[in-house]
């Protein structure tokens, strides 16, 4: 029986042996992903306190270090947003977002359809961030597959630096779907945009051309002024202008093919503008370039893109009024210098409060552990785990623009509340009229909404100087 | 009778409780991660998923977690080894589909099996990861003694002063660690009788 258990032994301690030590460590980034994600699925966080004595127990950086670093953080956090929300507002201009798409409701069929297109285009954005004015510069090489596919690769960069983000943005336009990627971050967003109402009309900036070179006139329900003829490249080119909430639009076309010679993007005011330029037609394209599934390697993360509605908007000028000593903005639109200002502002502050969160504190200590001295590597490994918040948030705070947006002419919108003081008594501030209705929805400086008839709209004095 | 503490955790888990489950996730995240790890051949991406589902399992079903049948480490581990086997059935499925009966993953029948892995699901696996995953379940002071011994080659002395205890007591912990091994690896891995032997005595589970 002991002779027994002494063999038993000594075969048990040779199968440890040459186990070895079975300790395993899991990838540090996965390990946190998931470590939030079971934090996120038990409840919500407890009081900032705990954060707050959670992040004193943490053993990173001495207070005047893990200051600087949160100042760092914070900032690269807003550059972040502004990459997010530029690949968003890329999408949504070329989803048709800006009314000038929504308003072409009575389509001619497409005649000698284009099959695929490339083009590129130069966007410089201004900024106001910190106080100071920055300028974005995105350059993008686009590619068209018909019917409905589009694959934009940006690389944006901020003033004259010369580090650039690159990412890439796939839409199908009648899918309602889309794939942004950071190849750098091996970071996938997929971007379902099935609840936003498909625009009527046209689907690609190609078919709208073609429609207005051929008509020769402008629509009944559009804002499309002709520009005459003019020179590009050496190639005669007919010109129109068109207006939407989001942009003006100026597009020259071969008038004998109703193609795009070029396209200029005015945001309106000093908050950026963009060219399309070198337009090429019909060559082959591998449809792999249009595909909306994540290449592999890549960790995923998703945009269930909801319909804006006027509470967005009324949110969204609750925050700048907040930010802006209590005085609504001097106009509407995603690049309005106080909009920028209290996103970012509100981007900051909740940036701030995140990085208070256990879970955040913990992911800032295993990276740093991580990374040690190499701080890019330590930046870029934050940026991709922050990112998920990042892009929610630059989400919220961009709704409200984006129903702003969405209103087409026959929507016959109005804002009148530049230098208005939020909560001023029976002050309109804006107006406009939903698809379909009747009456107007007035929205006061309250910030409350009444519905009024087109006569008594009239009576109002803010609409009358409008 | 359980202890207080653990009853304590295991309520405040049950309550949604934040600083409990980020202290648990700290305290056996890598532990289960290694475990499935091992038992699924090194291989990293079905781990991590496999480990994301014990996690997801535990928070749904923690309510099914009672202090007074065991701690929830045995319990997190449970889930573990179901889901592992799960894996290995399903495999085993959809390679052949003709074997599928009325509980094709044999969920309702694992529950009685005290070993690493239910033994039909067992013999799938590498003898040295099936070892590995079973040293992993130990409890970190008759893991800490068991390395120590045939890994690291301390003798029991050298081992008594690292863990701050006398040379009898890492003897009874080498003695109870060979012991829960013995359960834990079954016949399979050991095929001279000591599973049989191991699984009728008190404790083997871990």
């Known amino acids: 029986m002991s002779d027994q258990l002494n063999r038993d032994d000594e075969r048990l301690a040779r199968l440890v042996r040459e186990a070895g030590d079975p300790s395993v460590l899991p990838d540090p980034q996965y390990a946190q992903r998931l470590r939030t994600m079971i934090l996120a699925r038990v409840g919500p966080s407890e009081t900032v306190a705990s954060a707050t004595e959670d992040i004193r127990k943490a053993d990173v950086p001495a207070a005047w270090e893990r200051t600087r670093q949160m100042k760092r953080i914070a900032k690269f956090a807003v550059a972040a947003t502004i990459l997010v929300a530029s690949g968003i507002l890329a999408?949504?201009?070329?989803?048709?977002?800006?009314?000038?798409?929504?308003?072409?409701?009575?389509?001619?069929?497409?005649?000698?359809?284009?099959?695929?297109?490339?083009?590129?285009?130069t966007m410089e954005m201004t900024n106001a961030m910190d106080g100071n004015t920055h300028t974005i510069n995105?350059?993008?090489?686009?590619?068209?597959?018909?019917?409905?596919?589009?694959?934009?690769?940006?690389?944006?960069?901020?003033?004259?630096?010369?580090?650039?983000?690159?990412?890439?943005?796939i839409l199908d336009h009648k899918a309602m779907r889309g794939l942004t990627l950071a190849p750098e971050q091996k970071l996938a967003t997929v971007v379902d945009l099935t609840k936003i109402k498909r625009p009527a009309g046209p689907s690609s900036p190609f078919e709208m051309v073609r429609q207005l070179v051929r008509e020769g006139r402008s629509n009944l329900h559009e804002k499309v002024e002709s520009l005459g003829k003019k020179e590009i490249d050496g190639r005669v080119a007919v010109g129109?202008?068109?207006?939407?909430?989001?942009?003006?639009?100026?597009?020259?076309?071969?008038?004998?093919?109703?193609?795009?010679?070029?396209?200029?993007?005015?945001?309106?005011?000093?908050?950026?503008?963009?060219?399309?330029?070198?337009?090429?037609?019909?060559?082959?394209?591998?449809?792999?370039?249009?595909?909306?599934?994540?290449?592999a390697g890549y960790t995923i993360n998703t945009i269930e893109a909801t319909m804006p509605g006027e509470d967005d908007l009324i949110n969204t000028l609750r925050l700048i009024a907040e930010h802006n000593d209590g005085t609504f903005p001097s106009a509407l639109g995603m690049g309005n210098r106080e909009f920028l200002q209290a996103t970012q502002a509100a981007s900051i502050s909740a940036t701030q409060e995140f990085l208070k969160e256990p879970e955040t504190a913990k992911l800032l200590k295993d990276l740093q552990a991580q990374y040690g001295k190499d701080k890019d590597g330590f930046m870029k490994a934050w940026m991709k785990a922050q990112m998920p918040f990042t892009q929610k948030l630059t989400q919220k705070h961009m709704q409200g623009m984006m129903f702003y947006n969405m209103l087409g002419s026959q929507n016959d919108s109005h804002y009148a509340g530049m230098g208005v003081k939020l909560g001023t008594p029976n002050r309109p501030i804006f107006w406009y009229k939903p698809t379909g209705a009747d009456n107007y929805r007035v929205m006061y400086a309250d910030l409350s909404v009444k519905e009024m008839t087109p006569g008594d709209l009239e009576k109002l004095p803010a609409a009358k100087s409008e | 009778m359980a202890d207080d503490e653990?009853?304590?955790?295991?309520?405040?888990?049950?309550?949604?409780?934040?600083?409990?489950?980020?202290?648990?996730?700290?305290?056996?995240?890598?532990?289960?991660?290694?475990?499935?790890?091992?038992?699924?051949?090194?291989?990293?991406?079905?781990?991590?998923?496999?480990?994301?589902?014990?996690?997801?399992?535990?928070?749904?079903?923690i309510s099914q977690c009672d202090a007074l049948r065991g701690s929830f480490r045995n319990w997190l581990f449970g889930i573990a080894r179901r889901r592992v086997a799960l894996y290995y059935r399903r495999r085993a499925v959809a390679g052949n589909p003709t074997s599928l009966s009325s509980d094709p993953l044999g969920e309702t029948a694992e529950s009685r099996d005290v070993s690493v892995l239910p033994k039909d699901v067992l013999?799938?696996?590498?003898?040295?990861?099936?070892?590995?995953?079973?040293?992993?379940?130990?409890?970190?002071?008759?893991?800490?003694?068991?390395?120590?011994?045939?890994?690291?080659?301390?003798?029991?002395?050298?081992?008594?002063?690292?863990?701050?205890?006398?040379?009898?007591?890492?003897?009874?912990?080498?003695?109870?660690?060979?012991?829960?091994?013995?359960?834990?690896?079954?016949?399979?891995?050991?095929?001279?009788?000591?599973?049989?032997?191991?699984?009728?005595k008190r404790g083997v589970v871990p």
């Not at chain 1, 999408?91 to 005649?111: C, R």
């Not at chain 1, 993008?140 to 934009?152: D, V």
């Not at chain 1, 019909?282 to 792999?288: C, E, F, G, I, V």
């Not at chain 2, 289960?32 to 991590?48: K, N, P, S």
Request: charged share 25%; glycine share 10%; proline share 3%.
């Open chain 1, 91 to 121: 999408g949504w201009l070329t989803i048709g977002g800006g009314s000038t798409n929504i308003a072409f409701a009575e389509v001619v069929k497409a005649l000698d359809a284009v099959r695929t297109a490339t083009y590129e285009c």
């Open chain 1, 138 to 169: 995105i350059n993008m090489k686009c590619f068209f597959l018909a019917p409905s596919c589009e694959r934009n690769e940006m690389w944006t960069s901020m003033g004259t630096g010369t580090d650039k983000a690159n990412s890439i943005l």
């Open chain 1, 240 to 295: 129109f202008r068109t207006h939407s909430n989001m942009a003006d639009q100026i597009f020259w076309a071969d008038p004998q093919t109703a193609r795009l010679v070029q396209v200029e993007v005015d945001f309106g005011g000093d908050s950026g503008h963009g060219v399309m330029s070198n337009f090429r037609y019909d060559m082959a394209l591998d449809p792999s370039l249009f595909s909306l599934a994540p290449p």
């Open chain 2, 6 to 61: 653990e009853s304590r955790m295991i309520s405040a888990l049950k309550q949604g409780n934040r600083s409990t489950w980020s202290a648990a996730v700290d305290r056996h995240f890598a532990e289960v991660y290694g475990f499935v790890f091992h038992l699924v051949g090194d291989d990293r991406a079905v781990a991590e998923d496999l480990n994301q589902e014990v996690w997801l399992h535990a928070i749904d079903g």
């Open chain 2, 123 to 200: 013999e799938q696996v590498e003898r040295a990861g099936v070892v590995r995953a079973a040293v992993l379940l130990l409890p970190d002071d008759r893991r800490e003694a068991l390395l120590g011994k045939y890994v690291e080659g301390l003798s029991v002395e050298t081992i008594a002063i690292r863990m701050g205890r006398t040379a009898k007591a890492v003897e009874s912990l080498l003695s109870r660690a060979r012991e829960q091994l013995r359960g834990l690896l079954g016949g399979h891995v050991m095929p001279d009788g000591d599973g049989r032997r191991a699984m009728s």
